[in-house]
T-cell receptor
Framework: AQSVTQPDIHITVSEGASLELRCNYSYGATPYLFWYVQSPGQGLQLLLKYFSGDTLVQGIKGFEAEFKRSQSSFNLRKPSVHWSDAAEYFCVPGCSGYALNFGKGTSLLVTP | DAGITQSPRYKITETGRQVTLMCHQTWSHSYMFWYRQDLGHGLRLIYYSAAADITDKGEVPDGYVVSRSKTENFPLTLESATRSQTSVYFC?????????FGEGSRLTVL
């Protein structure tokens, strides 16, 4: 079964600092992987997705993620965090290209 | 306007009552999904549908019923609501990869 783990439930970073949110996956074949963001009181928005090809994926809002098969990881990064990035982040596995099962996510707090 | 809409946005009901949450999308996306979001559990998939008249269970289907007679609609019914079904419910649709979410329906079961 396709599954991912986000080891960090909560992350706190200072505004302007770099960010890395971890996502580990377990699959046999090349996975489909997605990162979604949920701002407080809002629905969810796709940040980026990986199907195949280039392992470094660029997304919206200055986010990127790198697929590393050797480490079974798909970590989300941003070089400089803004206060508006405070939100819940979900790494989601896909099936035939569709994101299905969300996990518990990582809650990001941005301090001044 | 194109998009995905859920109704009602807020609902309070009593234990044992039947409740239906509606979901309507205007894109003609093939896939539709229902999730529930609870503190400490993230989003959990309840049911999904690959096309009209095709539905399948997700992670937490017990106590819920879905139907999809038309591509654009995917109602979720709680046949006999329980307090444990108090949650925020999100409907989503998908064409190729990206999920598009509704604004959510907050359900409280007393």
């Amino acid at each position: 079964a396709q599954s991912v783990t986000q080891p960090d439930i909560h992350i706190t970073v200072s505004e302007g600092a770099s960010l890395e949110l971890r996502c580990n996956y377990s699959y046999g074949a090349t996975p489909y992987l997605f990162w979604y963001v949920q701002s407080p009181g809002q629905g969810l928005q796709l940040l980026l997705k990986y199907f195949s090809g280039d392992t470094l994926v660029q997304g919206i809002k200055g986010f990127e993620a790198e697929f590393k098969r050797s480490q079974s990881s798909f970590n989300l990064r941003k070089p400089s965090v803004h206060w508006s990035d405070a939100a819940e982040y979900f790494c989601v596995p896909g099936c035939s290209g569709y994101a299905l099962n969300f996990g518990k996510g990582t809650s990001l707090l941005v301090t001044p | 306007d194109a998009g995905i809409t859920q109704s009602p946005r807020y609902k309070i009901t009593e234990t044992g009552r039947q409740v239906t949450l509606m979901c309507h999308q205007t894109w003609s996306h093939s896939y539709m999904f229902w999730y529930r979001q609870d503190l400490g559990h993230g989003l959990r998939l309840i049911y999904y549908s690959a096309a009209a008249d095709i539905t399948d269970k997700g992670e937490v289907p017990d106590g819920y019923v879905v139907s999809r007679s038309k591509t654009e609609n995917f109602p979720l019914t709680l046949e006999s609501a329980t307090r444990s079904q108090t949650s925020v419910y999100f409907c989503a649709s998908s064409d190729i990869g990206e999920l598009f979410f509704g604004e959510g329906s907050r359900l409280t079961v007393l």
